[in-house]
């Protein structure tokens, strides 16, 4: 199995950007599909990005599409989201997760949480306007 551990959350200006990172742990991150999910409070946690296990393909919330950007880089285990042009709805829990099966290629997919065996703990992103 995988461990994951978020890096990156903080409190940031309307307009700015913040890059996060998942690093994973305990077996190789090339073995899962990955996918950061949010979660603000009192909604239900929801998919923002997701990339295959090779990083050929990847999907977007339409609500983050042109501002955030996810990558992966299996050789150091981690797993990117960079988000630019933050706003204040972006304004959450961030989590990553695994999914070992890995055989999505739509959002629609990608966005079910059953599908993903391992979860991080979170990072708090904070957007003031």
């Known amino acids: 199995q995988v461990q994951l551990v978020e890096s990156g959350g903080g409190l940031v200006q309307a307009g700015g950007s913040l890059s996060l990172a998942c690093q994973a742990s305990?077996?190789?991150?090339?073995?899962?599909?990955m996918g950061w999910f949010r979660q603000a409070p009192g909604k239900e946690r929801e998919l923002v990005s997701a990339?295959?296990?090779?990083?050929?393909?990847?999907v977007y919330a339409d609500s983050v599409k042109g501002r955030f950007a996810i990558s992966r880089d299996n050789a150091k285990n981690m797993v990117y989201l960079q988000m630019n042009s933050l706003k204040p709805e972006d304004t959450a829990v961030y989590y990553c997760?695994?999914?070992?099966?890995?055989?999505?290629?739509?959002?629609?997919?990608?966005?079910?949480?059953?599908?993903?065996?391992?979860w991080g703990q979170g990072t708090q992103v904070t957007v003031s306007s």
């Open positions: 997760a695994a999914d070992e099966s890995g055989f999505c290629t739509g959002y629609g997919c990608f966005a079910a949480r059953s599908r993903y065996e391992y």
């Open positions: 305990g077996r190789t991150v090339s073995a899962y599909a």
């Open positions: 990339i295959s296990k090779s990083g050929g393909r990847t």
